[in-house]
């Protein structure tokens, strides 16, 4: 927990905001203020902006691919040391429980390690040309990179932006969510002292209308990654198209688990359950619709109404099934997606239930499963952010894949069948930028591409590509004669 509101990083020092103010942070379980942000301005991201632009002319640009390997590497090593301390930070400061933290921390030291190892093999091509030249795309870093994220994963999404952008040579300023970013203020400590240089990770805490607006709109950024709301998503391309900086955007989704009716129930309904209430459903990925075969329908709700109905909220300190949200706006905005739902008549066909202990100043709302649910329902068609699961019936293939489809959102999606041949139909016609068969979310997925397509937005993160996407290509020319 940090022991000073002096939570902006540049240049290697840690420093309050220019503008002296601050921003108060407490624990989604109880209400507690557990910490104060420095609230960065302007000011601030200048001065973090022309560090990571130095940083990266007179250092980064000029280290290896091992020397960064190496550091990486020792970064890892350092957050695996430390993943008690960090588990427990994240933990208090999302309100998400306890092993769901113990396993965002060690899900980052991976992204580090992925990335240490992964930056030496960054490869570029040869091209044939006429006879007397020499022709390659080589692979350069774009420069200096901004990084906006949310509050949902702030160590993951720590990971898979910076890992994988330092591996690939860029420096960064940080923009984390005034939310929840304590684990984040952590490791940007550890990262200077395993020893990654001064101005290359510069971390300015603060409001997304200043400190987020400040840095998306900066004439001296070189690419801008943003993970959050389409309509912040909006804005960023906005202010960032003032100076055609390219983006990555991940917008989140409302993503498609589509069981037919030779879908191994055992199989599917833990795997359909966890992946609405990881996180209290507060994850871009979350399947939040359950597409469900016509002649199974009852069946399987019957079946996964019973899992629901068992789930519990509590404490991240509780370590049940789900935490509490966010905050007080997100649960509002939970609640009226349920309070609607009701008056619209769509049947709620179970409920999870409140540890009695919870305090009643925490965000808390239990896990629930309307359905059927009409497929244009803003239930079937707007992300909620919260563990509210939509069972939709279909008929036959191609009605579920119309379905799956008819969403503005493009993230991920999940299809239950024994079939091979349907696998392999419904995975290649439904939108995504991801598609799991008999599964989903493959835990971690650090070394899986992902993103979205249609509003869930653009540009990949984790894997290789990642690293790829960090980079552009300058194509080299040698009339050698
Ligand atoms: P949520 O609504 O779930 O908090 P947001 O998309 O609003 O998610 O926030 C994600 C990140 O975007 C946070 O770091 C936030 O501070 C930042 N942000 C919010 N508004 C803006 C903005 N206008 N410009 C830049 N960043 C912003």
């Known amino acids: 927990m940090p022991s000073t509101t002096k939570t902006i990083c540049i240049d290697g020092q840690w420093r309050a905001g220019a503008q002296g103010q601050t921003i108060d942070v407490h624990a989604p379980s109880n209400g507690e203020k557990i910490a104060m942000l420095a609230r960065g301005t302007q000011t601030d991201i200048d001065d973090a902006v022309g560090s990571a632009r130095k940083a990266f002319d007179d250092v980064w640009s000029k280290t290896t691919a091992g020397e960064r390997s190496r550091l990486l590497s020792a970064l890892s090593a350092r957050i695996t040391d430390c993943a008690a301390e960090l588990a427990e930070i994240e933990a208090q400061d999302t309100g998400?429980?306890?092993?769901?933290?113990?396993?965002?921390?060690?899900?980052?030291?991976?992204?580090?390690?992925?990335?240490?190892?992964?930056?030496?093999?960054?490869?570029?091509?040869?091209?044939?040309?006429?006879?007397?030249?020499?022709?390659?795309?080589?692979?350069?870093?774009?420069?200096?990179?901004?990084?906006?994220?949310?509050?949902?994963?702030?160590?993951?999404?720590?990971?898979?932006?910076?890992?994988?952008?330092l591996a690939a040579g860029n420096t960064t300023v940080f923009k984390p969510a005034?939310?929840?970013?304590?684990?984040?203020?952590?490791?940007?400590?550890?990262?200077?002292?395993?020893?990654?240089?001064?101005?290359?990770?510069?971390?300015?805490?603060?409001l997304g209308h200043e400190a987020g607006a400040a840095?998306?709109?900066?004439?001296?950024?070189?690419?801008?990654?943003?993970?959050?709301?389409?309509?912040?998503?909006?804005?960023?391309?906005?202010?960032?198209?003032?100076?055609?900086?390219?983006?990555?955007?991940?917008?989140?989704?409302?993503?498609?688990?589509?069981?037919?009716?030779?879908?191994?129930?055992?199989?599917?309904?833990p795997v359909i359950?966890?992946?609405?209430?990881?996180?209290?459903?507060?994850?871009?990925?979350?399947?939040?619709?359950?597409?469900?075969?016509?002649?199974?329908?009852?069946?399987?709700?019957?079946?996964?109404?019973?899992?629901?109905s068992?789930?519990?909220?509590?404490?991240?300190?509780?370590?049940?099934?789900?935490?509490?949200?966010?905050?007080?706006?997100?649960?509002?905005?939970?609640?009226?997606?349920?309070e609607r739902a009701h008056a619209d008549g769509v049947p709620c066909i179970a409920k999870g239930s409140l540890d009695p202990s919870a305090d009643s100043r925490g965000h808390y709302v239990e896990p629930m499963l309307f359905g059927p649910v009409d497929t244009?329902?803003?239930?079937?068609?707007?992300?909620?952010?919260?563990?509210?699961?939509?069972?939709?019936?279909?008929?036959?293939?191609?009605?579920?894949?119309?379905?799956?489809?008819?969403t503005p959102f493009g993230l991920i999606a999940g299809i239950w069948t024994?079939?091979?041949?349907?696998?392999?139909?419904?995975?290649?016609?439904?939108?995504?930028?991801?598609?799991y068969i008999n599964g989903y979310g493959a835990g971690g997925g650090v070394e899986l591409p992902f993103g979205g397509v249609k509003r869930s937005g653009y540009g990949r993160s984790k894997g290789f590509e990642a690293l790829r996407e960090y980079t552009v290509g300058k194509t080299i020319v040698i009339n050698h004669g």
């Open 178 to 206: 005034e939310d929840a970013c304590l684990s984040v203020i952590r490791m940007t400590e550890l990262a200077h002292e395993v020893g990654i240089p001064a101005g290359v990770l510069n971390l300015v805490t603060g």
């Open 376 to 406: 244009q329902h803003e239930l079937a068609q707007h992300e909620v952010f919260g563990p509210i699961l939509a069972a939709i019936v279909f008929d036959d293939e191609q009605h579920a894949i119309e379905i799956a489809n008819d």
């Open 418 to 435: 024994e079939n091979g041949g349907r696998q392999m139909r419904v995975a290649k016609q439904v939108r995504a930028g991801q598609v």
């Open 215 to 269: 840095l998306a709109s900066h004439h001296d950024i070189d690419y801008m990654s943003f993970t959050g709301s389409p309509e912040v998503g909006t804005e960023i391309q906005k202010a960032a198209a003032a100076h055609h900086t390219p983006c990555a955007l991940e917008l989140g989704g409302k993503s498609p688990q589509i069981v037919f009716e030779d879908a191994d129930f055992d199989r599917a309904l």
């Open 273 to 308: 359950v966890a992946a609405i209430i990881q996180n209290t459903g507060q994850t871009c990925s979350a399947g939040s619709r359950v597409l469900i075969q016509r002649s199974i329908y009852d069946r399987f709700v019957t079946a996964l109404a019973r899992r629901i």
């Open 96 to 165: 998400k429980p306890m092993r769901l933290a113990k396993n965002d921390i060690a899900t980052t030291a991976r992204y580090f390690e992925f990335f240490a190892g992964a930056a030496d093999k960054l490869q570029g091509d040869t091209i044939a040309l006429l006879n007397g030249y020499q022709a390659m795309v080589n692979r350069e870093p774009r420069g200096v990179v901004g990084h906006i994220i949310p509050w949902n994963y702030p160590a993951q999404m720590f990971g898979r932006t910076v890992a994988a952008c």
């Open 310 to 338: 068992a789930l519990k909220v509590g404490s991240h300190l509780a370590d049940l099934d789900c935490g509490p949200l966010i905050s007080a706006k997100q649960l509002a905005r939970v609640q009226g997606f349920i």
